[in-house]
Structures are given as structure tokens and as C-alpha cells.
């Protein structure tokens, strides 16, 4: 997933990079505190892979909402909160946009980040 770019960003891009969540260090994640971004996958793709999470610089009393849109359609929404992650498995044939979600927007500290653990999408034979 990293190697598409976003057609569609909203609120503020995702940072590309390493991340820590639940104590274990990531070299591959999409993270924010406020953002909303869109990729074209034209069809041509079949599966999308995560795990949700919080980045440990999280407050110990805020959630962080993830979501995923497939062609407009919210298919997951998690709050998560520090410590805690989430895999996440969907079926991307014959979707030709996908959303990912990040929301914090209202916090005061921009240390409350949710991360896209390893995002991975499986492009089609």
C-alpha cells in the first residue's frame, strides 16, 4: 500500500513510516492523529491486510477511531485505545476505491496517533 499514492487526502496526510504500538516497534505503518485518505485501486486488486492500533504515545484515556471504506461502504470502524491492536482481513475484488480513516480530531494532543499496521494490498493475477 505504500507504494500507491492517495487521490484524496483529507484533514492531514498519513505519515509513511516506523511506529510504536503496544510496545513493539513497526517499520512499515500509515499513521495519524486526524486523517482521511483515499486510494484508487481500479479493480485490480484482492485483498487488503492490517492490523489496527493506537501508537504508544497515545493518552491512556483516549480512542482513537479507525475505519475502512470499499467504494463509499464503511465496512470496519474500531475505537482503539493505547495497548490494544486489531487484525484486519477484507476482500477488495472488484472495489475500485478504498478509505482509511483515522480520527482524533478533537484532542489536544497530537501524540494520539492511530496506525495501519503493515498495510498491505494483494494486487490480482
Keep these: 500500500m505504500n507504494d500507491l499514492l492517495p487521490v484524496a487526502e483529507e484533514q492531514g496526510p498519513y505519515d509513511r513510516g516506523p511506529q510504536k504500538v503496544n510496545g513493539q516497534a513497526y517499520s512499515t505503518t500509515l499513521s495519524s492523529s486526524c486523517s482521511v485518505a483515499t486510494w484508487q485501486l481500479d ?20 480512542k482513537i477511531l479507525l475505519y475502512v471504506e470499499l467504494d463509499g461502504v464503511r465496512k470496519i470502524e474500531r475505537s482503539m485505545a493505547v495497548g490494544s491492536t486489531l487484525p484486519v482481513t477484507l476482500g477488495l475484488r472488484g472495489v475500485f476505491r478504498i478509505t482509511l480513516g483515522s480520527m482524533s480530531c478533537n ?18 493475477p
Design 107 to 124: 484532542s489536544r494532543h497530537q501524540e494520539n496517533v492511530g496506525a495501519w499496521i503493515d498495510p498491505v494490498i494483494t494486487k490480482a
Design 43 to 62: 479493480r485490480q486488486y484482492t485483498t487488503f491486510t492490517t492490523t489496527l492500533g493506537a501508537a504508544d504515545s497515545t493518552a491512556s484515556d483516549t
